[in-house]
């Protein structure tokens, strides 16, 4: 097909053209799937937008749009010189793609590896409703009683934790990683905690490894600390 025959098809075919391109040079275009609410079609015209030539092969793939409005690639990238076969296999194919049994959103590998729900529905685990959460986050950071320097949570193995980040002076929450960082604790030898971290889209690098943490009066620094989700369970003086 040429630049004004791959063009045509995708115009007649309900594609818009993307504004920018941000990992090359050639002209995006995406749709809505005929049949899934939350599914896009991308195909990447394989047209050149500063020569308006060919420059390669024509590649699609499917995305979900997740409660954030974040677009996870839930099919592997394809190409073809014919656009129209190449945009049938791919609308076909989203009846092979997994499906989360909880919120029924489609699944993706996450950058960890792992096939995991595109919406973090396990955020929403241990009976705790996002809308309530948010409203405590924006009234107050959570404080606790400053008779001790030492804070201590009782995890036990397989709970599903995250991570929040404390100031170490005042024990307030800085910044709460839900929805971004997960794992699950394997092994708890005393102080020590290991734990399969499964999800990290975050920036940050260094997680926690003790149920134990210490206040520092003198000094406010920054600390990431665990927090559980699967159950209720609170940081207190030890």
């Known amino acids: 097909m040429s630049t004004v025959q791959r063009k045509a098809f995708l115009k007649k075919d309900g594609f818009t053209q993307h504004k920018n391109n941000a990992r090359g040079?050639?002209?995006?275009?995406?749709?809505?799937?005929?049949t899934e609410k939350f599914?896009?079609?991308?195909?990447?015209?394989?047209?050149?937008?500063?020569?308006?030539?060919?420059?390669?092969?024509?590649?699609?793939?499917?995305?979900?749009?997740?409660?954030?409005?974040?677009?996870?690639?839930?099919?592997?990238e394809v190409s073809s010189n014919t656009i129209s076969s190449l945009v049938q296999s791919q609308s076909n194919s989203i009846s092979s793609v997994p499906q989360c049994k909880h919120c029924k959103a489609k699944k993706f590998t996450a950058k960890s590896g792992n096939v995991?729900?595109?919406?973090?529905?396990?955020?929403?685990?241990?009976?705790?409703?996002?809308?309530?959460?948010k409203s405590s986050q924006k009234k107050s950071?959570?404080?606790?009683?400053?008779?001790?320097?030492?804070?201590?949570?009782?995890?036990?193995?397989?709970?599903?934790?995250?991570?929040?980040?404390?100031?170490?002076?005042?024990q307030k929450i800085l910044q709460d990683y839900e929805g971004k960082i997960l794992?699950?604790?394997t092994k708890i030898d005393d102080n020590n905690v290991t734990t399969l971290w499964t999800t990290n889209t975050s920036d940050l690098l260094v997680l926690p490894k003790s149920n134990r943490i210490y206040r520092d009066?003198?000094?406010?620094?920054?600390?990431?600390?665990f927090k559980v989700m699967s159950r209720k369970v609170e940081w207190v003086i030890k």
């Open 39 to 76: 599914v896009r079609i991308v195909v990447d015209s394989g047209i050149d937008k500063n020569t308006n030539k060919i420059c390669g092969q024509a590649k699609a793939k499917l995305v979900y749009i997740n409660r954030e409005n974040h677009w996870r690639v839930i099919t592997k």
């Open 25 to 34: 040079n050639t002209i995006i275009y995406s749709r809505k799937h005929s």
């Open 183 to 185: 794992g699950m604790i």
């Open 116 to 133: 995991v729900c595109a919406n973090a529905c396990w955020t929403t685990w241990g009976n705790k409703k996002k809308t309530q959460k």
């Open 217 to 225: 009066r003198a000094r406010s620094l920054p600390w990431a600390r």
């Open 141 to 170: 950071a959570r404080t606790y009683k400053k008779k001790s320097q030492e804070y201590y949570l009782h995890l036990k193995v397989g709970d599903l934790v995250t991570v929040e980040n404390i100031d170490t002076s005042s």
